[in-house]
């Protein structure tokens, strides 16, 4: 059975802090995806990463992937309030033609003043 | 921008009763996916659908669930005799593709409905 963990589970920074969420899977998988959710909505991709070495960024995120090493990380860098919010992983393990995702348990983001 | 919609946002039910919800996927998807999340937990797969029938499913997705695309537009859920433990908020997600043979595949995800089951 895949195990997607996320590390750590709750985390409180404050601005202007830097700071690395890490997404550990058990299998073999190049494909994973990063979300944010805020409370009560829905996942909105934050990033597609495809390959091994992969890294993204999109202002103050940054995402990587090692496929070897079967782990992502989520590093935020200079954190502002507007970040908080809870981050999951997801990796994609789909057999079929479909794809199918499993989630990490999320990391709840809160940055403070 | 093109963006999937589920209706309704909130449903409440008694427990043996039959709900469906519904999405509306993005018009150029051919694949499409429902998701729960039991409140605080993490996001579970469900089932993928693809050309009309069923690509993947998890344990989760047993005999009580079904789902259906009636029209060009509406993918459904159907759960047939609601458990207190449905109660939780389900996503509908679509894709262009699918993942095999493929380089990239992004799931969007829809506002969700809320589940509550009394």
């Known amino acids: 059975e895949l195990k997607v963990e996320q590390n750590p589970l709750f985390l409180s920074m404050q601005e202007g802090k830097n700071y690395t969420i890490y997404c550990n899977y058990s299998t073999t998988s190049d494909r994973l995806y990063w979300y944010?959710?805020?409370?009560?909505?829905s996942l909105e991709s934050l990033f597609v990463l495809?390959?091994?070495?992969?890294?993204?960024?999109?202002?103050?995120?940054?995402a990587s992937l090692d496929t070897k090493a079967r782990l992502s990380t989520l590093h935020i860098t200079a954190a502002v309030h507007d970040l908080s919010a809870t981050y999951f992983c997801a990796v994609d393990v789909g057999e079929t033609s479909g794809s199918r995702l499993t989630f990490?348990?999320?990391t709840q983001l809160t940055v403070n003043p | 921008e093109p963006e999937v919609?589920?209706?309704?946002?909130?449903q409440v039910t008694q427990m043996g009763q039959e709900v469906i919800l519904r999405c509306v996927p993005i018009s150029n998807?051919?694949?499409?996916y429902w998701y729960r999340q039991i409140l605080g937990q993490k996001v579970?797969?469900?089932?993928?659908?693809?050309?009309?029938e069923i690509s993947e499913k998890s344990e989760i997705f047993d005999d009580q669930f079904s789902v259906e695309r009636p029209d060009g537009s509406n993918f459904t859920l159907k759960i047939r005799s609601t458990k207190l433990e449905d109660s939780a908020?389900?996503?509908c997600a679509s894709s262009e593709r699918g993942s095999r043979g493929i380089t990239y595949n992004e799931q969007f995800f829809g506002p969700g409905t809320?589940?509550?089951v009394l």
């Open chain 1, 36 to 41: 944010r959710q805020d409370p009560g909505k």
């Open chain 1, 50 to 62: 495809l390959s091994n070495g992969a890294v993204k960024q999109e202002g103050r995120l940054m």
């Open chain 1, 104 to 106: 990490g348990e999320g």
């Open chain 2, 5 to 10: 919609t589920q209706t309704p946002s909130h």
């Open chain 2, 29 to 32: 998807h051919l694949y499409f």
């Open chain 2, 44 to 52: 579970e797969f469900l089932v993928s659908f693809y050309n009309n």
């Open chain 2, 89 to 91: 908020m389900y996503f």
């Open chain 2, 114 to 116: 809320r589940l509550t």
